[in-house]
């Protein structure tokens, strides 16, 4: 669990959005550097005002896991994450008894039990035993303490936590069935606990849950996806993956953002090439080539970057191939690159003699 700052406000994102301030939630996240997609931010608002969890589908590197934490760092609300892989169990998950110590807690009633007179041991044996399924004996994984930290949180008024399902491709049948009862009664019911149950049935105090996937390992059941409001991050548009580049790298200079995009949309176009560069891959670019003060490219720099976007031996070698033509397309005109830099940058409108604003002279 990462604990939200008790010393910032929290923001209850279910409660922005049901009072119709939608807009206002979408300034927040992208105040924190995370450019939502207009769809998609909207099936999720769909989402929070329905109670219900968000799947979302996606390539590799397409802003899945940055959106929640985005969510988290935005409102400040404390994140609950389950990393998906094989052989997770269940009580990783959701909960277990500290065994242990309830042997120990056992051990010592039972030396208290000596010494009390006969008559009265049998009801406190029995008393001990019960309480040996109380709370405290009780080991809580990251969704089981998501949904008791949303029921706590209900009772001082406190806005939800964020609870991460990532790589649910990855979890299996039986933790995709033992998510069924959380995700659709807000509940885990546990057997034997004095209190039957931890977690709360009220939909709009329940953990805000997103379940992310890169539908690679497993398909995931239909009754785990019946519970969720759906959305599909697709690849960016490039002005989308420029926005994304320049926020999450406002240090770099126009040159640098345009070199990385050039260079990574002209490698994306390269016939054969399995494994095509990701976001991911143009944000480490735009990055690298920002730290490296880069501002242009010719095969021998570009070599020395190609760790960062070409990550198999037959890409490199067929790439290798290419140099001179991708140095050429990413130092070259591009209608939609440079249109969108120059519109942001005078200095760049002037380089590429773009003129949509009236203040700059060509
Ligand atoms: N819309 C976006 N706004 C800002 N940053 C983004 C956006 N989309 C992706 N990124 C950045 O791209 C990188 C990859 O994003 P992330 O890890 O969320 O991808 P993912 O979809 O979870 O990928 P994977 O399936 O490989 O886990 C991160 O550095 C993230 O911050
Ligand atoms: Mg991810």
Known sequence: ??????????????????????RELFEMIAGSGYVPDEQNFSDFCESLKSGRAWLISGTRGSGKTAFPEALASACNLTMCVVAGRDGLKQEEILYDWDREEQEVWMRENLAIAKGLPASDQPEFLENARRMKWQRQFLILG????????AARAADSEAPPPVLLLDESDKFGASIEDSLLMPLERGLIYIPRYERGFIGISDWPRRPIVITTSNDLRNKLSAPFVSRHVFSSFATPSLEKELEILAARNPDATSGQLALSIKLLDAVRGVAGL?????????????????????????????????????????????????????????????????????????????????????????
């Open 274 to 362: 399995e494994d095509h560069p990701s976001v991911r891959e143009s944000i480490d670019m735009s990055s690298a080539f920002a730290r490296d003060s880069v501002d242009d490219l010719d095969t021998r720099t570009l070599r020395k970057y190609f760790c960062h976007f070409v990550k198999s031996a037959s890409s490199q070698e067929l790439l290798r191939l290419q140099e001179d033509y991708l140095v050429s397309l990413a130092t070259t005109f591009h209608p939609i690159v440079d249109t969108w830099l120059g519109t942001r940058d005078p200095e760049w409108a002037r380089r590429w003699n773009l003129s949509f604003d009236p203040d700059i002279t060509i």
């Open 142 to 149: 990251e969704v089981g303490a998501a949904y008791d930290f």
């Open 1 to 22: 669990m990462i604990p939200h700052d008790p010393d910032q406000p929290q923001i209850d994102p279910k409660r922005v959005v049901l009072d119709g301030r939608e």
